[in-house]
């Protein structure tokens, strides 16, 4: 059968298909939802992975963070006020043991503090920091100084201003040297951090002052306990098993038996990642079984609807055969109309997918959503399959009339 | 062009046989107009469906142009059908959905060969019937006779060797019937072989012989005029 003749079955298929728009729709409908519902997951899958890509490259592959508290996420809510178990000597004896393997630092962060410049008032986040901080987060100093081992033993009051706290405070000055209140506390800018601009959760990351860890500690927010260490582990080294040393000796500092849970928790890049996309499973496996549910039920719709035209058609079927259409003619021209239908339930389909796709983003920002023209290959390749699995009965049993019967 | 030699067919139905024809032999020349006058029960639907080739006899040879058709299997006998043979019906099995033009075209679906001057032929042969002024037409939307028209372009587009109708008037008006009845002795001056069964002998007389038949066999041959 040459392309010619084949297209032209094609178009007197599609033809005789939309003959009947209410049946047409009816037939794609159930291909139309399962593909949307595709559509959507494929979006969504597509999203997760974005997101893990962006904290990936946010975060870099080599770093990872230790959290104090323990592992259970059920505890969340709490830790924030009780986590305590993180000392200064844990990161002291860090760095002593694993000092070849990671570069290890502690910051605490403080939200909402109250910021002062002459007559200009704000309030910004307080990252009490060591000098290892800059290394780890990949922060680099645009001008004046950083943060040294001097002014963390001396407990300086000296800081390091976002770029935002400039915007805020020094409208037009260059703040370096100059003196502003934290907390009523006097510190001397030292230095300014060089722009990061906003991470995936969307926060100002240049929103923030730096002061030193100790300073931070002992003078502001009068605390003894580390929340979080940040690591970075060197190129020559493994971050798993660097994850591993560091939970062993922390486990043994903190006396914790075997089987016992943990006080602190170590969080690298891939645990994140695979973190999101458990989280991401069960919306993922679920919309999949949906679809492809909606694409089954779709497709039996579909075959019975084909089965009752056939038997309506007899008489046009025992016409094509006299007028010279083999049995192959005849099966190919329902199959055409089957597949003909569920394409159509497709581009239906990954249109009524994309609202999800493009809505879902601006109702629900937390579920990531990305487009991808995936969506449209998926779509094309399980409506054809859907079409032809569906069809053949049908068309088999156009063909198999005989043309005596069909014209009586 | 035809020749039927001892054609016999039996039905074989829950392990019941009901033999119809009887043992049919005769012959059609080329270029000949010949009726087959059968009251109905007699066999001439299965005799019609075997000179269509929609159907096969149970004993007995075939030959359309020299070729024995009892020999050819089905893809051959569609070809044969689709290139040598024209049908008309007596309830004109058009198609509702396409106009009266594709209606016409359809058989060219099923070509080997589409004809570069199809949509031309098919206008052409479309005001052969009269029918010029409605190629876009809906079949629905015409009376019953136009419809036969549009059935007996269809019939024609291939320019088969033969055409085949079977009661073409039977669900006709005798002013439609006798418009028909003149296309076909059009179509019979233009040279082409015609075949047509019917009970009715207005429409046997217009031939140029009758074949006669009665219990499945032959009953007589007549030449008309």
């Not at chain 1, 081992?149 to 976002?162: F, S, T």
């Not at chain 1, 002992?218 to 040393?245: G, P, S």
């Not at chain 1, 159509?344 to 009524?352: A, D, E, K």
């Amino acid at each position: 059968m040459n392309f010619v003749r084949f297209y032209r079955l094609f178009t007197h298929s599609i033809n005789a298909v939309f003959g009947s728009k209410v049946k047409a729709l009816l037939m794609m409908l159930g291909t139309a939802i399962g593909i949307m519902l595709l559509t959507g997951v494929v979006g969504i899958s597509k999203g997760v992975e974005n997101r893990i890509d962006e904290i990936m490259k946010f975060m870099g592959p080599r770093t990872g963070m230790i959290f104090a508290g323990g592992g259970r996420m059920s505890t969340a809510g709490g830790r924030a006020a009780a986590e305590t178990t993180l000392k200064v000597e844990d990161l002291e004896a860090l760095r002593t043991r694993l000092f070849d393997k990671a570069i290890f630092s502690a910051a605490i962060p403080r939200d909402d503090v109250f910021i002062k410049y002459m007559t200009q008032n704000s309030q910004t986040t307080i990252f009490a920091v060591d000098p290892e901080f800059a290394i780890v987060g990949d922060w680099e100093i645009e001008a004046g100084e950083p943060i040294d081992n001097y002014d963390v033993k001396n407990i300086a009051r000296v800081c390091l201003l976002g770029a935002t706290v400039v915007k805020n405070l020094f409208p037009d000055e260059d703040p370096i040297g100059k003196k502003i209140f934290i907390k009523d506390i006097p510190f001397r800018v030292k230095g300014l951090l060089k722009p990061k601009g906003t991470n995936p959760q969307g926060f100002d990351m240049d929103d923030c002052i730096w002061i030193p860890l100790s300073t931070g500690m002992r003078r502001v927010f009068n605390v003894d306990n580390l929340r979080v260490l940040r690591f970075k582990v060197r190129q020559e080294y493994d971050i798993n098993e660097v994850k591993t040393e560091i939970e062993n000796l922390l486990k043994e500092r903190h006396k914790i038996k075997q089987g016992q849970d943990s006080d602190f928790r170590i969080r690298t890049p891939d645990f994140i990642a695979k973190r999101i996309r458990e989280m991401t499973k069960t919306i993922r496996l679920g919309g999949l079984a949906l679809s492809i549910v909606a694409l089954i039920v779709g497709g039996m719709v579909l075959m019975n609807i084909l089965l009752l035209s056939v038997s309506e058609r007899i008489p046009e079927i025992g016409l094509k055969r006299a007028i010279g259409a083999t049995r192959r003619d005849i099966f190919l021209e329902f199959l055409s109309e089957s597949i003909a239908v569920s394409l159509c339930g497709m581009i239906l389909g990954v249109f009524l997918g994309l609202i999800p796709v493009f809505l879902l983003p601006k109702v629900m920002p937390m579920i990531p959503m990305a487009f991808t023209f995936n969506a449209f290959v998926y779509g094309f390749i399980f409506s054809i399959v859907l079409g032809i699995f569906f069809g053949v009965q049908p068309a088999r049993r156009a063909s198999k009339l005989e043309p005596v019967e069909a014209l009586r | 062009m035809i020749e039927l030699i001892g054609i016999k067919k039996t039905y074989f139905t829950e392990g019941k046989e009901t033999p119809v024809l009887f043992g049919i032999d005769f012959k059609i020349e080329e270029g000949e107009y010949v009726a087959i006058m059968a009251p109905s029960g007699t066999g001439k639907s299965t005799l019609l469906n075997i000179l269509g080739t929609l159907d096969k006899p149970t004993e007995g040879k075939y030959l359309f142009k020299n070729r024995d058709l009892t020999e050819l299997n089905d893809d051959q006998l569609s070809q044969l059908r689709n290139k040598s043979i024209g049908f008309v019906f007596q309830l004109f099995n058009l198609l509702n959905r396409v106009s009266v033009l594709d209606n016409v075209l359809l058989p060219l679906l099923y070509a080997h060969n589409y004809p570069k001057d199809a949509k031309e032929r098919a206008i052409n042969l479309l005001n052969m019937v009269g029918l010029s002024e409605r190629i876009h037409f809906k079949p629905n939307a015409l009376s019953g006779g136009q419809q036969q028209r549009v059935a007996i372009a269809r019939a024609l587009i291939n320019e088969p060797d033969v055409l085949l109708a079977d009661e073409p008037t039977g669900n006709l008006d005798s002013k439609s019937s006798e418009e028909i009845l003149n296309i076909f002795d059009e179509i019979h001056r233009q040279g082409r072989t015609l075949v047509v069964v019917t009970h009715e002998l207005d429409v046997a007389k217009r031939a140029q012989r009758v074949i006669t038949m009665r219990d499945g066999k032959v009953f007589k041959e007549e030449k008309v005029k």
